[in-house]
């Protein structure tokens, strides 16, 4: 499990008001959603862009410690841009706790060739990019790994097929496709042109009498 930290501070108010002072300040405005309710509160905005990197494409636990010395484990739940300059504007953190399990949505992990790319000529069709998990904080996957190696044309790999993890489990439909091995379309033969084939039946026609000759 990646766990990476993250200092964030209580803000006095919310609104258009004090989220645009909080930007001018070089903070970005952010919610910590809890089973006690919902706290309004700010972070670095250079200290979240570096916490992303570090984050990358993988799931994660971040550790949150408040201004007041509390702490608390969450989740990035979801992170809205502005949609000229594509800075953050505003971040969504979910609290978990420790002790009790949590859903979360895992992104999914394509390792080896396919057989039916490598060997049939077919195509790899990843249709779920992320798997949703139910674990303890601390048993929280970075990547749900899918091998695809012996996939043949035709195949599939659904929820239920996902190989296990300790303390991990998948809900929600079993059925669910995650990645299917597309066998080649075949290239249907040209219709015939009717007039092209006219013209060589017409030739292949017998010549016409020649008119008797004059005694």
């Known amino acids: 499990m990646k766990q990476l930290k993250l200092n964030v501070k209580q803000r006095p108010g919310t609104g258009r008001g004090p989220a645009r002072r909080i930007r001018n300040a070089g903070q970005i405005p952010a919610i910590i959603y809890g089973s006690a309710g919902t706290n309004p509160v700010s972070v670095d905005s250079v200290e979240f862009r570096t916490l992303m990197r570090a984050k990358g494409s993988s799931a994660a636990i971040v550790e949150l410690t408040l201004d007041n010395g509390t702490k ?111 066998a080649p379309e075949e290239e249907e033969a040209p219709a015939a042109d009717a007039t092209a084939a006219a013209a060589p039946a017409a030739k292949a026609a017998a010549p016409a009498a020649k008119p008797a000759a004059k005694k």
Do not use: W
């Not at 790319?117 to 798997?131: I, P, S, W």
């Open 72 to 182: 608390a484990l969450s989740l990035i739940k979801d992170f809205q841009r502005d949609a000229i300059s594509q800075k953050i504007v505003h971040i969504d953190l979910l609290q978990v706790l420790a002790d009790q399990e949590m859903t979360a949505d895992v992104p999914v992990h394509i390792t080896g060739e396919a057989h039916g790319v490598r060997l049939e000529g077919g195509t790899l069709d990843v249709v779920a990019y992320t798997v949703k998990v139910r674990c303890l904080p601390k048993n929280l996957p970075e990547f749900v790994t899918v091998d695809v190696t012996e996939l043949k044309n035709g195949e599939s790999i659904h929820i239920a097929d996902l190989k296990k993890i300790e303390g991990v489990s998948f809900p929600g439909d079993q059925k669910r496709t995650v990645v299917v091995c597309t």
